[in-house]
């Protein structure tokens, strides 16, 4: 008994470790916008919603091959968040956050709508089942292998683009000073451009990683969008660290309180979690105390 | 190289700058002095871009810079120093310079090179004494420091014309004399021309070629050191605690 119990016990461990590489590419990019531009994308998840439809067109509709398809896919949703930035953000730059909230708020059910006039309400999905690992009495899918390894992947591209390029430097330091940025010769128009770019890849990568493991519907980001944002208020908006262990920390939250009850109290543990947090760490785990 | 003619400065209804005409030749040092709210920084402001003149034109080596945004300035090839100096402090001193090299350069082309902002960074260190380590942070830095890594900064942007922004407040009068000096050698090694705005008539007289003089947004006086010093104007103006510092810095700029 004992020893099967710490199989699962493993197993749920290693999933909440799967699972969080992904929730912190979600985080990484939803706090990249927040740090850089200093406004939240609160529909996020939407683009991640039409970068799931992008590459099940790609891929299933049009028969794409796979190596064409999610690059494409990555592609469409980096000039969707272009024109996020462009259409929607730019003009509110010097508005009240509150003003940029409900804009961005606004481009959610408008995204929503849109995708079921387009797309139907039907669920989705790429007809792949990639097959499963197992590891003695453990069984993961290589559909959150790849996810995770991918997710991965990704940060490491973001944090050597932040760490070994100019323009990184200036993404990593604007959010300290705009003003200077500006007067050091900085345009910090196309620095908003290159960041929204980034952000939107971010999420067309997270979309390819996603649609591997769910299906595709008008209103799938509700499923992640929410937690996605929770997880980088926990983890202090802005702070790139502080998203990433708040990601894997509320992973293995959801992934170990399911293992103990059902997978739904392994979210509502999750969120009490969060609520918690608020009262002690307003800031994020990681504020600095000032 | 640099022409400024009926430059106007207002918010609502005060004018913070009122017809300042001026020249700057190339090569010189021309020191721009006034007692608190003369509208010295309100005239760098315009001419870095901060904003916009309300009225008159700014004339860089024939290009008009009234209107232009920061960074299409600093692409022209001006520089600025800020009076309280803003260094990104979660970036090395190093990587403080470098950016601004990365993205000041250009000369109008607007092509950036890593390669070519780290080597004018590390050049603009030298110059400036602060060490080339990559890794020192800004948090070690005095106020000396802190403003020899603003000066780093605009060097690194290799301009042709600095704006030193009261480069000396806040220091004691041996880092005083160090800055001026340094000030001096940017001009002779690096052939940048320089507009210095200061509070401290002093050491600035010792150091500049020619003076201008602003009080309540208008030029009262302008010419070389000594004359300005000897101006009556000027003397009424610094009345009062700088009065004696004025005729010093006369005296001195005689010698």
Known sequence: ?290 | MLVVEGLFKRFGGFTAVNNVSFKVEKGEILGLIGPNGSGKSTIFNMLSGTFPPSAGSIRFEGGELAGLPPHKIINRGIGRTFQIPRPFRRLSIFENVALAGYYGQGGGSGSHSRGKADESAERALAAVGLPADRKASVDGLGAAGLKKLELAKALATEPKLLLADESLGGLDEHEMDQAADMLRRIRDDLGITIIWVEHIMGVLMRVVDRVMVLDHGEKISEGLPSQVSSDPRVIEVYLGTDAQDTQAAAAEARR
Do not use: K
């Not at chain 1, 508005?95 to 797309?119: D, K, R, Y």
């Not at chain 1, 999420?203 to 990683?209: D, F, S, V, Y």
């Open chain 1, 1 to 290: 008994m004992a020893d099967i119990f710490d199989v699962y016990l493993a197993e749920a461990i290693i999933s909440g470790i799967l699972l969080g590489g992904v929730l912190a590419l979600l985080a990484l990019g939803l706090n990249l916008i927040f740090g850089v531009i200093d406004v939240t994308w609160i529909c996020y998840a939407e683009l991640i919603m039409l970068g799931m439809y992008a590459l099940y067109y790609f891929y299933s509709v049009y028969g794409l091959p796979m190596w064409v398809a999610a690059p494409a896919c990555i592609l469409v949703v980096a000039v969707l968040g272009l024109l996020l930035h462009y259409i929607v953000i730019a003009p509110l730059l010097d508005a009240p956050p509150i003003n940029q909230l409900l804009a961005t708020g606004g481009v959610l059910f408008f995204l929503q709508s849109f995708a079921t006039v387009a797309f139907g309400i039907d669920f989705r999905n790429l007809g792949i089942r990639l097959p499963v690992l197992a590891l003695g009495e453990m069984h993961f899918s290589y559909a959150r292998l790849l996810a995770f390894g991918a997710a991965l992947a990704g940060m490491v591209v973001v944090y050597l683009f932040m760490t070994r390029t100019y323009i990184g430097t200036a993404i990593r330091a604007i959010s300290q000073d705009r003003q200077i940025m500006a007067l050091m010769g900085v345009d910090t128009r196309r620095l908003y451009l290159v960041t929204s770019a980034i952000g939107g890849a971010l999420a067309g990568l997270a979309a390819c990683l996603l649609v591997l493991q769910y299906d595709v519907h008008p209103f799938v980001g509700l499923s992640f969008g929410p937690i996605t944002f929770l997880i980088c208020v926990l983890g202090g908006l802005g702070n790139f660290i502080g998203g990433f262990v708040a990601a894997f920390l509320f992973a293995q939250i959801i992934s170990l309180g399911g293992l103990y009850s059902d997978l739904e109290w392994g979210y509502v543990l999750a969120f009490a979690f969060f609520i918690v947090m608020m009262f002690i760490r307003p800031a994020g785990l990681l504020a600095r105390r000032s």
